[in-house]
């Protein structure tokens, strides 16, 4: 009883979401293919069937395999896309990493893709920022904020267990895809961002997950990378022969420390 009340609550929330998207009678969505963009391009598709575009950024901090994944997503939901290309490599405040760097990229990419929703004559830019966002430190929320972007999701009052059950139940929801966030998250504050760390980040991160962990993050402080799994992978990781092939795997990479955080797979550590 108590699991159809919530069941009855969840979708009475997912209709209230469809009217307001219905409101905006047209948007251009920032559509970066993760859960929470695919479930927002998803009701917008909805409630505004020809009317919303999708409108994915192309840069240093996100792989080709997401812009890939994008293009998927968007052509199985049928949603006119584009791809943006934005050089973040021209942006000296992004590139200094204070804690206000994701201030500055949100604000580079949603000022580009505001403009170009403005002259496609959408009427809003909508993001997929939900309402557990609010517990983290999220500093991008003031570029969206100014901008006047919208974050339907979070003013509709979605967690993200909400949007993965719904997104269950709609057939949106890939399994076997581990959560992802712009790879310069990747690098602690005070070190400057290069495409070099980057990539390395980005090709380690590949080889843990080639060799079976899913859920991971490697974190770059300087000469030290200390990697995120789940706490159930701790057994797997630390096997002598495996550790020994992952250790020689950094290390040609150019870290003189490998470390293994105890408290696990954590998103948003370096925010603590």
Request: glycine fraction near 6%.
């Amino acid at each position: 009883m108590a699991k159809d009340i919530k069941s009855k609550s969840l979708e009475k929330k997912y209709n209230k979401l469809l009217g307001m998207l219905k409101s905006f009678e047209s948007a251009g969505v920032a559509f970066s293919g993760g859960i929470d963009s695919t479930f927002l391009l998803f009701a917008a598709k909805n409630a505004l069937g020809k009317k919303v575009e999708a409108f994915t950024v192309s840069s240093i901090v996100f792989p080709e395999s997401e812009k890939i994944i994008a293009q998927k997503i968007t052509g199985q939901l049928d949603v006119k896309h584009e791809i943006v290309d934005i050089d973040l490599t021209l942006n000296d405040e992004f590139l200094r990493n204070d804690r206000q760097r994701c201030y500055y990229c949100k604000k580079s990419m949603l000022g580009v893709l505001k403009t170009l929703s403005d002259r496609r004559g959408l009427k809003f830019l909508l993001e997929g920022a939900n309402a557990d966002d609010i517990l983290d430190y999220r500093p991008g929320m003031k570029a969206v904020e100014e901008l006047k972007v919208k974050s339907p999701l979070k003013e509709a009052g979605f967690t993200k267990a909400e949007i993965i059950n719904l997104s269950k139940k709609f057939n949106i929801f890939d399994e076997n895809r581990g959560s992802f966030s712009c790879l310069a998250t990747r690098i602690a504050y005070g070190i400057n961002i290069n495409q070099e760390i980057l990539q390395k980040v980005k090709l380690l991160e590949d080889y843990l997950s080639s060799i079976g962990f899913t859920k991971l993050r490697v974190r770059h402080h300087g000469d030290i990378a200390r990697i995120e799994i789940e706490v159930k992978d701790f057994t797997k990781i630390i096997k002598n022969d495996l550790r020994q092939e992952i250790l020689n795997k950094f290390y040609a990479s150019g870290y003189k420390y490998v470390v293994l955080d105890m408290e696990g797979f954590l998103s948003g550590s370096m925010n603590k």
